[in-house]
């Protein structure tokens, strides 16, 4: 069974950090584009970040710019976004996403319909 799984949410204060990870089971996430979405209630899904399956191409939100980094380590087959200077705003269910096809973050983030595999989500708490 292909799919992703994130971990690594909870809840901060203002300006505090996380790291979230998203593992890939099933298969490997080397030739995969790996979005990173989040979805407060009562707004749509948007994107954050993605990287290409080289980490050639990397793509992030303006809202997050500055304060968000992408990696991945493809020998342990995840994908992390650091999370620093987070705001109350940055609350959401952030979701990592998968899909076999480089050009999908090739000048943006994309779209959740380019996206293949989903995970279910972590939540993210950003509050004082």
């Known amino acids: 069974q292909l799919q992703v799984v994130e971990s690594g949410g909870g809840s901060v204060q203002p300006g505090g950090s996380l790291r979230l990870s998203c593992a890939a089971s099933?298969?490997?996430?080397?030739?995969?584009?790996i979005g990173w979405f989040r979805q407060a209630p009562g707004k749509e899904r948007e994107g954050v970040s993605c990287?290409?399956?080289?980490?050639?191409?990397?793509n992030y939100a303006d809202s997050v710019k500055g304060r968000f980094t992408i990696s991945r380590d493809n020998a342990k087959n995840t994908v992390y976004l650091q999370m620093n200077s987070l705001k109350p705003e940055d609350t959401a269910v952030y979701y990592c996403?998968?899909?076999?096809?480089?050009?999908?973050?090739?000048?943006?983030?994309?779209?959740?319909?380019?996206?293949?595999?989903w995970g279910q989500g972590t939540q993210v708490t950003v509050s004082s």
């Open positions: 996403a998968a899909v076999p096809r480089g050009y999908v973050c090739y000048n943006s983030v994309g779209h959740p319909y380019e996206y293949d595999y």
């Open positions: 990287i290409s399956g080289s980490g050639g191409w990397i």
């Open positions: 099933g298969f490997t996430l080397d030739y995969n584009s």
